[in-house]
């Protein structure tokens, strides 16, 4: 058991943002922030208590990302995690969630088999789960696929430049758009995504130069891992940024903290007074009534 708590009012709650705190992002929002030059923040979260946190620090978008299949579930990509486990995951974050955009990727398969089965795995995840738009990688040959999404009231970000999913057909991940062949695949790829209908493009794993000119090109807000300083916004996987996995950090990674270290060290605390017999302490155990006490057979004694 966990005394948690869950009060709607988050009684001790405090905002990074005060003045912001209450403040709904939206998708018109994200498009003013750009148009004002004001940055976008956005990393993911996988369970209730991080997205509170996330939440509570103003952050404008979450993102409920399938990187889970990789930092949560241990797998050697993003591949293997389903539609069931990334609906699961989002219906935790989304009763964290009051402030930040939602935004729920959907994982591999669920798009790739035809517009009908994707078209409907976006609905479940705006009915089941609760997100408030859905991610999905590649360039053009997404476009109709994102027209029908749209259409239907779903917004939708898109994808481009490193995308995990396509880890096979990369041969591993590698940063993109390093020939002037690829920079034009690229630049086409986000004008055509834009005329598609999404509100944002996350553009990872691209060079610098790359991702200022593609978001100068367009109307919508860049979105930037691993792509330098000039897009519109930024995003990093939370347990990247916390230190909370076990290989070395992609060159885009910034550490804001070691949590990985402070919960080895809380651990290790425990194992010691566990085994020494100092927790838990009297002061942190239930006790019987003075009445049950008066009425037991022989006195209980209290060790201190």
Known sequence: MSLTTFS????????????????KVTVPSLLEKKMLRQP????????????RLVD?????????????????QGHENTLAITMDEMLLYTRGVRRAVKRA??????????????????LANAIRFVKESGAEAVKLEGGRERKELIQ?????EIPVMGHIGLTPQSVHRMG???VQGKTMEAIDELRTDALALEEAGCFAIVLEGVPRELARIITDELHIPTIGIGAGPDCDGQILVMHDMMTMTFSPPAKFVRRYADIAGVMRAAL????RDVEARTF?????????????????????????
Do not use: C, N, W
């Open 56 to 72: 509570e620090a103003g952050l404008d978008v979450l993102l409920v990302g399938d990187s889970l299949a990789m930092v949560m």
């Open 101 to 118: 955009l939602l935004v729920a990727d959907m994982p591999f398969g669920s798009y790739h088999t035809g517009d009908r089965e994707a």
């Open 8 to 23: 709607p009012e988050r009684a001790g709650a405090q905002p990074g943002r005060q003045a912001d705190s209450l403040t």
């Open 172 to 174: 591993g991940y590698k």
């Open 280 to 304: 838990p302490a009297d002061a942190e155990s239930y006790h019987f009534s003075r009445e049950i006490r008066e009425l037991m057979a022989e006195p209980v004694e209290l060790v201190e």
């Open 148 to 152: 029908r999404i749209v259409a239907a």
């Open 40 to 51: 976008i923040v956005a990393v993911t979260a996988y369970d209730y208590a991080t997205a």
């Open 268 to 271: 290790d605390e425990y194992r």
